[in-house]
């Protein structure tokens, strides 16, 4: 699967951006999609994530409430939309995607993704 994340940009503090991911190949190949976020001197941080059918998402509890996960009808299209943006959310924004495969807790961690995008810089001005 490659993955390609658009749609980062600068916006002030209160404002709303929407991110884009596309997948290529077949968009069966995956089980979850979900995006990531990476400040300056931190660690990768879970954002959100979102299966297959779309029936089930997850969020990291910095965005929840003002962050929102969903995927186009065929499949191959993750959309974060962002609302409510506060300076700290500035980073750059990564895709993911984790293939099929048996997992028995929510997949928030980096390494429960195998493919990665190339990443979308977000920032958000006070």
């Known amino acids: 699967v490659q993955l390609q994340a658009s749609g980062g940009g600068l916006v002030q503090a209160g404002g709303s951006l929407r991110l884009s991911c596309v997948a290529s190949?077949?968009?069966?190949?995956?089980?979850?999609m979900g995006w990531f976020r990476q400040a300056p001197g931190t660690e990768r941080e879970f954002v959100a994530a979102i299966n297959f059918s779309g029936t089930t998402t997850y969020y990291g509890d910095s965005v929840k409430g003002r962050f929102s996960i969903a995927r186009d009808s065929a499949g191959n299209t993750v959309y974060l939309q962002m609302n409510s943006l506060k300076p700290e959310d500035t980073a750059v924004y990564y895709c993911a995607a984790r293939a099929w495969g048996s997992i028995t807790r929510a997949p928030k961690a980096p390494r429960d993704f195998g493919s990665w995008g190339q990443g979308t810089l977000v920032t958000v001005s006070s």
């Open positions: 190949g077949p968009t069966f190949s995956y089980h979850f």
